[in-house]
């Protein structure tokens, strides 16, 4: 069982930044691929960014250059940092664990526990 938290939501207008902190309990994230998705009203759950164990990162197209993934596994934590927000990336924001210990993972069905969401709202 592992337990994720997120937090660090909130409001804020766009070109501005946030930093998402996840935060893991009941195992060590350290072997894994950790993965951030979103979900906005009326959408299908979108994956946004992974980070592997192996030091792998992937992001979806539409946050290249502007979303940033880091992983801290001295504290089994993992962090989106959100730079230049646009209004369309308003969502809840959810982090992942793939526990196969393959690297690339961006289907939410290959990710076996999640946290409960942080919202995020960009104002423009």
């Known amino acids: 069982q592992v337990q994720l938290v997120e937090s660090g939501g909130g409001l804020l207008q766009a070109g501005g930044s946030l930093r998402l902190s996840c935060a893991a309990s009941?195992?060590?994230?350290?072997?894994?691929?950790m993965g951030w998705f979103r979900q906005a009203p009326g959408q299908e759950r979108e994956f946004v960014a992974a980070?592997?164990?192996?030091?792998?990162?992937y992001y979806v197209d539409s946050v290249k250059g502007r979303f940033t993934i880091s992983r801290d596994n001295a504290v089994n934590t993992v962090y989106l940092h959100m730079n230049s927000p646009k209004p369309e990336d308003t969502a809840v924001y959810y982090c992942?664990?793939?526990?196969?210990?393959?690297?690339?993972?961006?289907?939410?069905?290959?990710?076996?526990?999640w946290g409960q969401g942080t919202q995020v709202t960009v104002s423009s």
């Open positions: 992942a664990v793939d526990l196969r210990r393959l690297d690339g993972a961006t289907s939410p069905n290959e990710y076996a526990y």
């Open positions: 009941g195992r060590s994230i350290n072997p894994y691929t």
């Open positions: 980070i592997s164990w192996t030091g792998g990162i």
